[in-house]
């Protein structure tokens, strides 16, 4: 027999190296042949419902790192809730309708215009299919658990038709209204967008200053003064219909070089600075509020140009004379609502002009800026152009600039019902705070809501109009489309001629022909997504309404968060989810949010390739994404350096529990060693710790109390000394069947606890587990114990482990005076303090053992000069004197005291004498 045979080295199949990029998906399959998801579901039946409402991305190519982020942070949540006393079901989602999808169409040189609206549709259809089964992939991948054979997708009928009726409940509501008002509109999309769908980009645009003649000065402007105003959008000139002021802003009448001039006093003097005035005199003051009713003329039109009164108008720029067109402006749309004038927005869909401005007919809006400036500067009103760079509304999807276009369009009263959804905001939980406060002034500011969009692929709006255009929108009416959309999909409506859509024996009111006509528009996607309470929470028997939690990045606020929260209310008058999670972007190293276009993006598929899922879903768990994350190759690199030092810590520990069997071998929490003790303690404080975490949604902390628990407890510590007690002491000895028990508990224990974060490994690690679930996604989560003495073993390990620092720091000057090699070469004297004279008594250990020196002696006497001095002991470390015992490799007085065995120490030689007395004859191997 070999020495080394009768130690009992540590053994395990569990392999060093995960090997993560092939077998995770192995993994994936087993889960999923096993119907782990339908499993758990099963178990929880009957427990209270925890229903995290999914966002739906958009179905439009390959997930990206942002979509990692979030998907993985949901399902850490669910998988924890899961195991932790919920029936906590996740149903998937996507947002499939809306332009990108025509967008691709297009790229494909599919024309819209050249085929019927209901195959155009049924492309749209199509291609949206494939997107969601190509996202769902990628999800899959990444190791999310979720219902992935019944997503929610907002072109299902029983979504379509549920969106619909929510509809309809705004409309009986009366909360619904069509009118001409400017709103945000994209010449490249041929379309009307929402807030939300709108980023700013910085552009060089035109700055003019414009004089506009007197027309009618009421006795109290100079009939030859002019008015000055400032804009940088020389092309609304043509629909200006009138000049605003501010009604407490004082007004000068100046001579400036000979001419006289109408602007704001304080704007005065950046005035004279911009058009060169070199001599300037105030003729004359006036109030705001007296200019009302004073006429001027237009630039180039003989039409008048009424001063308004407005409290917009500000004085950070400009001359205080603000240009108004009302149907180019919001501010201009309301103040001119305010005194009747007409609404004038001759550009058409492409962002051409109308017929109604003949002299521009065709032309796009941008390039007639020069023809307007350049007819200004023939006839003398244009007193200045110059160009500047300002941030300027962009379409975020084609990335090209938007305009203020007045068009007939569907809106949803917000007036009506705002303070019901302030007040609703008041009941919800924001994680940050600050998200409470963001979507509080969003919805406070916000104005209607346009739901119209001119696109083909969405939900119709259900709207009929009779022969002499009244529209046609009743419950009655509404709720059958409904049901029709929820029966055949909402392409029925491309499909059948609007007779065909009303109920039977629906007969027209505003004609007795009995024809009618439908709406061509369709919902805003934003309404889509925003009755997902409706189409999703409500209707799926397994969630609840309203939703324990939604989760998204935190340009939400004004897009998925705004619209569900405004369709809940109007629907429902209440808010559709309890609580608010909100997230940061992605950026690249450089602090650049990732971008295709910029070429700056990191694929989670490149990422599973080189390193794994577990490896994003840990870096996940490790970033604090509550604002903005950073993501780099490098950042992936550290993760799996963490993750190697889980994965073999874990390993080192399943490798030293393979011949204990939980059942058999267990010792008491009473019988176990001081030191054992400590290590089930601080695994409860752990286990405590990280459910708080995991309620408060903080994964950060999870991670770093786990790493911190695993380096710190663990390896530099208790199994640091661990292999003197379960490789040297007999197999079934109590300190080796002691330190057992806890090292098997704290792997299971982490293992339950990571499971949400890293189940591919943890289902790996419960294989090589002796527990009755056969998968630790089945399990449930650690519980908090009852230690009745844990307050006193923290107290004083606490004190011990202060003394133990003292002695590492003593060795390590001993090991760089080259007095000792490794530890095992150092014999330690201690001349404790008080304080640690009772602690060490109380512990009452094999202190050598602990600090893994070979020889440890406490000393009443008064400490050397050559000791080192510290708060609790002086410490004084020698080099050991005796042999070195070839079975524990300790330095020892005893050493050949057995004659039978004349290598080892009395320890060893009493242990492999019980274990193996053949060896007392038969001696060992070379």
């Not at 002499?468 to 509404?478: A, F, H, L, R």
């Not at 059958?480 to 491309?494: C, D, I, P, Q, R």
Request: negative net charge; hydrophobic residues 35%.
């Amino acid at each position: 027999m070999r020495v080394k045979d009768t130690l009992n080295l540590g053994k395990t199949k569990f392999p060093m190296r995960g090997s993560l990029p092939t077998k995770e998906a192995e993994w994936q399959k087993d889960w999923e042949e096993n119907k782990l998801y339908e499993q758990r579901q099963k178990l929880n039946e009957g427990k209270p419902t925890f229903n995290l409402l999914d966002g739906p991305p958009f179905a439009n190519g390959d997930i990206h790192m942002g979509h990692a982020l979030n998907k993985i942070s949901k399902d850490i949540i669910v998988r924890y809730k899961s195991m932790d006393g919920y029936r906590a079901p996740y149903v998937p989602g996507w947002d499939t309708h809306g332009l990108p999808i025509e967008q691709q169409l297009a790229k494909q040189g599919i024309k819209r215009k050249e085929m019927s609206l209901s195959d155009y549709r049924k492309l749209c259809f199509d291609f949206a299919q494939g997107e969601v089964k190509k996202q769902m992939a990628g999800f899959k991948r990444l190791g999310i658990s979720a219902d992935w054979d019944h997503p929610y997708i907002t072109y299902q009928p029983e979504f379509e038709e549920a969106e619909v009726k929510v509809f309809g409940e705004m409309v009986d509501k009366g909360y619904i209204y069509r009118g001409k008002k400017p709103v945000y509109w994209s010449p490249s999309s041929e379309s009307t967008l929402a807030e939300a769908e709108v980023e700013y980009k910085d552009v060089k645009s035109p700055s003019i200053f414009v004089a506009f003649k007197v027309r009618d000065g009421k006795g109290l402007v100079d009939d030859d003064a002019r008015f000055i105003i400032w804009t940088t959008t020389p092309w609304t000139m043509p629909s200006n219909m009138a000049i605003c002021v501010n009604p407490k802003f004082i007004y000068a009448e100046v001579n400036a070089d000979g001419k006289k001039y109408v602007v704001a006093q304080e704007r005065l003097q950046y005035v004279q600075e911009q058009l060169g005035w070199e001599n300037v005199e105030i003729l004359k003051t006036f109030k705001g509020k007296e200019l009302e009713g004073v006429e001027a003329t237009h630039p180039f039109y003989d039409r008048k140009s009424p001063l308004i009164l407005g409290n917009h108008v500000t004085l950070d720029d400009g001359t205080g004379l603000v240009h108004t067109a009302p149907g180019f402006g919001a501010d201009d749309f309301v103040v001119g609502m305010k005194y009747k004038l007409p609404v004038f927005s001759p550009i058409d869909a492409q962002g051409r002009f109308t017929d109604e401005v003949p002299e521009y007919e065709g032309v796009f809006y941008d390039d007639a800026n020069k023809l307007i400036a350049d007819r200004m500067k023939e006839n003398g009103s244009l007193l200045k152009l110059s160009f500047f760079t300002h941030s300027y509304p962009h379409d975020w999807r084609t990335k090209k600039p938007v305009i203020f276009r007045a068009t007939p369009q569907w809106f949803a009263s917000i007036d009506k019902f705002r303070q019901q959804i302030l007040d609703e905001i008041e009941k919800i939980d924001f994680m940050p705070d600050w998200g409470k406060t963001r979507l509080y002034n969003m919805i406070r500011d916000r104005g209607d809501w346009v739901i119209s969009r001119q696109r083909a692929w969405g939900v119709p709006l259900p709207i009929f109009y009779a022969e002499n255009g009244d529209p046609i929108m009743t419950k009655e009416v509404i709720d059958h489309v409904a049901e029709l959309f929820g029966k055949y999909g909402s392409n029925v409506w491309a499909e059948r001629d609007a007779k065909d859509l009303l109920p039977d024996g629906y007969t027209n009111p505003g004609s007795p022909n009995g024809k009618f006509t439908k709406e061509t528009d369709i919902l805003d996607v934003w309404f889509d997504s925003g009755t997902a309470h409706s189409g999703v929470a409500k209707a799926r028997p397994e969630l609840s309404f309203p939703a324990d939690l939604i989760l998204e990045g935190s340009d939400q606020y004004r897009g998925w968060f705004n619209s569900m929260l405004v369709t809940s209310v109007a629907a429902y008058g209440v808010a559709p989810y309890k609580a608010i999670l909100s997230q940061g972007f992605t950026l690249d190293k450089k602090g650049v949010k990732m971008s295709k276009s910029l070429g700056n993006v990191i694929a989670p598929a490149d990422i599973e390739r080189q390193f794994g899922a577990e490896i994003i879903r840990l870096w996940v768990a490790s970033v604090d994404s509550s604002s903005d994350v950073a993501v780099s190759v490098d950042s992936f690199k550290q993760v799996s350096e963490t993750y190697r030092k889980i994965r073999n810590t874990i390993r080192f520990m399943l490798a030293n529990t393979t011949d204990y069997d939980p059942k058999t071998n267990a010792v008491s929490y009473d019988d176990l060693r001081p030191e054992d003790k400590y290590v089930t303690v601080k695994l409860n404080d752990l286990v405590k710790d990280v459910l708080a975490d995991y309620d408060k949604y903080d994964f950060a902390d999870v991670a770093k109390s786990v790493v911190s628990f695993i380096v710190n407890e663990m390896s530099t510590f208790y199994l640091d000394f661990a292999k003197d007690v379960v490789y040297i002491d007999a197999e079934d000895s109590h300190a080796r069947r002691s330190m057992q028990t806890v090292i098997y508990n704290v792997v299971v224990k982490l293992a339950k606890l990571l499971t949400p974060i890293l189940p591919h490994t943890m289902e790996q690690v419960w294989d090589y587990l002796n527990e009755p679930e056969d998968f630790v996604q089945l399990a449930e989560m650690p519980k908090v114990e009852e230690i009745a003495d844990e307050a006193e073993i923290e107290a004083d390990w606490a004190t011990f482990m202060n003394f133990r620092d003292n002695v590492l720091k003593s060795l390590e000057v001993a090991r760089t005076d080259k007095m000792i090699g490794k530890s095992l070469e150092a014999k330690v004297t201690v001349y404790p303090g008080a304080e640690l004279k009772t602690v060490l008594a109380k512990i009452d250990s094999n202190f050598g053992q602990l600090l893994i020196v070979s020889q440890f002696e406490l000393s009443d006497q008064p400490a050397p000069e050559t000791a080192d001095k510290y708060e609790l002991a002086s410490v004084l470390v020698e080099k050991a004197e005796g042999e070195v015992c070839q079975r524990c490799r300790m330095v020892k007085t005893d050493v050949g005291s057995d004659t039978h065995y004349p290598t080892f120490c009395a320890r060893c030689a009493k242990i492999v004498a019980a274990e193996y007395p053949e060896t007392a004859t038969d001696g060992f191997d070379e």
